[in-house]
């Protein structure tokens, strides 16, 4: 008898542990809802949104002839000012920035992923060449699909009362290839210094960017280890998130 109530005992936290890793499972593959990786077609969809528009010269009108001909003058044609070499790009509307973080919920592998569209700044191009790039985001506009995660992100982890932005200064200048002109598309290697949670720290990564409907388009991420912007571990008893990130974005920008 008692052997057969030890069964029962332990089919029934058996069964009840299957209820909970599949009610995980559902949560983590379902109900968690982390968009995909920011790619190419990301970039394509925030420059095709919207494009600058540009104002058409008017047509030139055309009057009735008069009986009196006009006096002739004569003009001396002048060469037409040369466009300048160096061009100033600004953050526009269409801008994304983010974190992803691989986590394991109960044992079943699953992703945190936040967002915001808060972001400022620009860069300037000399010819075909990038001289600066400074950028600031609003750390605690960055939201996720689960309040509970982003209350976690803005008090013990990123502690935003106290560190409420993070940005990026380029600290060297990047050789594109190519004018920013329209069509043109390259992709380069940035190095500057990120600067988050209080911490500043020296940065090299890649990027692809697009000049497309007079818009420059800038996607890229950046690899990130936590501890080295003294960043709490973000995991939790029931939850491991592992030791480092990315923060991934699609910048658009406008001459400004």
């Known amino acids: 008898m008692n052997r057969r109530r030890l069964m029962i005992i332990a089919a029934v936290l058996v069964g009840c542990v299957g209820v909970l890793y599949g009610a995980v499972w559902f949560y983590a593959a379902v109900i968690n809802d982390a968009p995909d990786a920011l790619d190419a077609d990301d970039l394509d969809a925030a420059l095709a949104a919207t494009t600058v528009a540009t104002t058409a010269a008017p047509a030139p009108s055309t009057t009735a002839a008069t009986s009196a001909a006009p006096e002739a003058t004569t003009t001396t044609a002048t060469a037409a000012d040369p466009a300048p ?15 992803r973080v691989a986590e394991v919920l109960f044992g079943v592998n699953t992703e945190g992923v936040g967002r915001t569209s808060e972001v400022t700044g620009g860069i300037t191009i000399e010819s075909t060449t990038m001289t600066a790039a400074s950028f600031e985001v609003d750390v605690a506009s960055i939201t996720s699909d689960d309040g509970r995660r982003d209350g976690q992100f803005r008090g013990r982890i990123m502690e935003t009362d106290r560190f409420p932005t993070a940005s990026f200064e380029l600290s060297e ?33 890649e990027v692809t960017a697009r000049i497309t409907g007079g818009r420059l388009g800038v996607l890229g991420s950046i690899p990130v280890v936590f501890t080295d912007f003294d960043i709490a571990d973000p995991s939790l008893p029931a939850i491991r998130v592992e030791p480092d990130g990315l923060i991934e974005f699609v910048l658009v920008l406008t001459p400004a």
């Open 173 to 205: 200048p990047v050789e594109l290839g190519v004018e920013a002109t329209e069509g043109a598309d390259t992709t380069v290697e940035i190095t500057g210094d990120l600067t988050m949670h209080g911490v500043t720290r020296p940065v090299t990564f």
């Open 85 to 99: 070499d160096t061009s100033q790009w600004q953050v526009a509307e269409g801008s994304e920035l983010g974190y």
